[in-house]
């Protein structure tokens, strides 16, 4: 395939020519980064543009959620979703034309074209599982019929399984790069009741992933969802905070950056538990000795040493911060961990007067409440009317009344009870619960995007008596 780039400003011309030497893999990346195959030097031009790449013996042009987007034959493309090329497409970006020139159909050529991922939900078969720690399993998927994954790295899906009779989603992190989109993984820890609860049950859906998912199993995928993404943040200096299995979504990232050449200079910081909690290890380490843009620390909280790159031992603290990104106020931040872990790593950056407008958060886990929450709750409860005290919840169309405990969300409440309402992610991420609030008030630990007059079950807590049309 030959690619002809003109500059229609200053008439300048390049000319590619792509090659491809092996069945089912080769690129030509484009942007303005110097070690792009086709360097398209504009201030407008993402330092990694796009991609043209040889899949099935067919070739493919993908934009990487460049900052200023590409066109084909003047129709706007979709950022990380795949199009076929044909001959005589031109493509646009910033101040260039790219015209595709003698696309002649390879040996061969297979009779399957793959389509882009467009659908809400779709079927994964599992393919393999990985066993990354003694509790942690990769699950990797193949779509059927046969799609290309398309998504944004950081983002995550939810599951739809059947457990016990019961259907029950749950959604997960990605874990693999769209850079690699014809499979998706997702990485799970084995859940373990509470040191203070030992009688509460296990993760329902983690554990039966783990004990019954396998090669050739059938599960429901919904569409990726989430703005957790580093793709929406460009940044040359990125500092990665993670703990346990808030690893995911930033191995995607990491995966992302690396394969596209972003040319961006990576600190990817972990906390585990022991050594043998470190998931993805091999690949970290491998990273670290493969890219120099990309340096690996860990910290172990429960052992007294640390053999592992930019090992280190303890909590996370400003000490560590400083020792492993003494440029971190520099640095476009991402912390993914459970709810106690980002928010000791947010008190410290505001500590140090980190400009947080570069800092982005994800937590797993419900949030334990403060006891001066508590207080002030109990406080709110005696200055109401009895009416008004009552911790009842109401469905209006069902004719439901429930009384819930103050911890609880709404869609806890209705699940306690056998109630079914519409949910999906069960983070406020992608609005499947949402439903209108008919009276009454409801609590947030923190405040969503939601439009007035309505409510996002699975994340709000009700206050006193709640009605919802549900």
Known sequence: MKIKAINYLTSSFQEKILTP?????????IGRHPNCDLVLNAPEISRTHAMVYVYEQQYHFIDLASSDGSRINNQQVEVTQSYLLKPNDVIHIGDFLLFIEELQPLQHQSEFQQKAWQSPELIGRCMRVIDETPDVKTFTFVAEPAVEFAYQPGQFVTLELEINGQITKRAYSISSTPSRPHSLDITVKRATPPNNTPDAPPGLVSNW?????QAGSQVKIGSPLGDFSCVKHPSSKILFISAGSGITPMMSMSRWLLDTNAGSDIVFFHSARVADDI???QELELMTSRYSNFKLATTLTRESSNSSP??????FSKSMLNEIAPDFAERTVYVCGSDSFTQQVKAILEELEFPMQNYYAESFGKPKKKKQEKDNQLQLQTTLTPKERAETLVLAKSGVEIAYESEDTILETAEKEGVELPSMCKMGACHKCKLPLLEGEVRYDEDPECEQGHVLTCIAQPVGRVVIEA
């Open 279 to 281: 998931v993805f290890r």
């Open 21 to 29: 030497q092996r069945e089912n893999l080769d690129k030509c990346l």
């Open 209 to 213: 992933l783990h004990d019954n998912l």
């Open 310 to 315: 930019g090992g280190k031992v303890g909590r």
